[in-house]
């Protein structure tokens, strides 16, 4: 079983930034690859990026590369996300995920275990 944890969002003006923390804890969290998922309503769940926990091979979709980063603190069990340059078209639920193994997926149905998501408001 792994549990997540997400924290860091908010209200936040355009071009403006914000660091989501997603705190892991459990027995096979740290074989596993770690993404953020982000949900804006009416719309289905998009993949933003993901970290291999044990190798730290990262991958980030177009849309945030060069404005979002994703790292890891091994030593806290805790997987952030940058956020730069933030635009109104970043709004929604930002969600922490567990893969099912250390191999990074763009794909949410290869992560088992998820957040209870953090709600990111970007204003224009």
């Known amino acids: 079983q792994v549990h997540l944890v997400e924290s860091g969002g908010g209200l936040v003006q355009a071009g403006g930034s914000l660091r989501l923390s997603c705190a892991a804890s459990?027995?096979?969290?740290?074989?596993?690859?770690m993404g953020w998922f982000r949900q804006a309503p009416g719309k289905e769940r998009e993949f933003v990026a993901a970290i291999s926990w044990s190798t730290g091979n990262t991958y980030r979709a177009t849309s945030v590369k060069g404005r979002f980063t994703i790292s890891r603190d091994n030593a806290k069990n805790t997987v952030s996300l940058q956020m730069a340059s933030l635009k109104p078209e970043d709004t929604g639920v930002y969600y922490c995920a567990a893969g099912t193994s250390a191999y990074v997926y763009t794909d949410h149905t290869r992560y088992t275990y998820w957040g209870q998501g953090t709600q990111v408001t970007v204003s224009s």
């Open positions: 459990g027995r096979t969290f740290s074989s596993r690859a």
